[in-house]
């Protein structure tokens, strides 16, 4: 199994990323991987997966440790995205024509909803009624569980993570988020790093059986994203989410858009707006600090 270290690096990067902010493993790593290392999209998006499945039960342990799971949710999501996954993994690897190009414009489609699913999920966090905030443990947010919309959620997140490796947690936790509102950030983020573990584990299973999935590349994202989850959940505490996210959502458009074949014209138009919000932000920031301080 040969190791590459250029890989490796940018799987500690993502990894410290994803430990950061709880999302982002699949819709950063898959187009890092396509796009800097020039990997075969569906190479990319089948060692991803098996990667995926070592590094979601890092997190999840610990929230099912501290209570933090809602395992009825778990259950009826796991029962639509385990066949989900299977399903898209087995299509998106038996695509007629040019799977690469066909791949590539799925995987730019999804990373420009999961950069809009990071927006809506900033927007509800920030907006959600006081008292939701549900306690944790033996005492958390007694919840009913919406079983046919829950499992047709599952059904479809896990055919878009089958098919792109991407939202197992971006997307899937913006419909949690909707569906169940009234669950605690802690309880949302445990819920849907535990989901996951299967989702991935079934997509992951599709693509060894029908992708394009190489050893020697899953090793070298190990090598560097295990340690990158470890050290980004360890620091996440102190970490400006404020910060993190907003440059997350600029990557996932600007690799949407790179892997869209869009004209550079248009990435210069996403950077003059990145830059110009990140003005408008300093200049709100600094008033508000002074104000503060009058």
């Known amino acids: 199994m040969h190791l590459d270290l250029g890989i490796a690096l940018a799987g500690l990067i993502v990894g410290v990323v994803v430990g950061l902010t709880g999302m ?70 038996h695509l007629g024509g040019n799977i690469s190009d066909a791949t590539k414009v799925i995987l730019g489609v999804v990373l420009l909803v999961a950069a809009s699913a990071m927006v809506v999920r900033g927007f509800v966090t920030r907006h959600r009624p006081e008292g939701v905030n549900g306690a944790n443990g033996a005492n958390a947010t007694v ?15 896990g055919a878009i993570v089958g098919m792109t490796s991407v939202g197992s947690g971006s997307l899937m936790i913006v419909t949690l988020m909707m569906l169940y509102p009234t669950l605690s950030a802690r309880e949302l983020v445990g819920t849907d790093l535990v989901q996951a573990i299967p989702l991935v ?35 996440s505490s102190r970490a400006p989410d404020r910060i993190v996210r907003p440059l997350l959502v600029l990557v996932l458009v600007l690799s949407a858009l790179k892997l869209l074949d869009a004209p ?28 503060a301080e009058s």
């Open 143 to 157: 919840v009913r569980v919406r079983r046919s919309m829950t499992l047709l959620v599952g059904f479809v997140g």
């Open 201 to 235: 584990l079934a997509a992951a299973l599709g693509h060894v059986l029908w992708g394009q999935f190489e050893l020697g590349l899953t090793g070298s994202l190990l090598l560097g994203s295990v340690p990158g989850v470890i050290v980004g959940a360890q620091i």
């Open 24 to 93: 982002g493993g699949g819709a950063l790593m898959t187009p890092v991987l396509v796009l800097v290392f020039g990997i075969e999209p569906l190479t990319a998006v089948s060692s991803d997966l098996v990667a995926a499945v070592v590094m979601k039960p890092i997190g999840g342990g610990i929230h099912f440790r501290r209570g933090t799971v809602h395992t009825g949710l778990v259950a009826w999501l796991a029962l639509g995205s385990i066949p989900g996954a299977l399903i898209g993994s087995y299509v998106i690897s």
């Open 264 to 291: 550079n014209e248009a990435l210069a138009v996403v950077l003059v707006l990145a830059g110009t919000g990140v003005v408008t932000w300093s200049i709100r920031r600094r008033r508000t600090i002074d104000r």
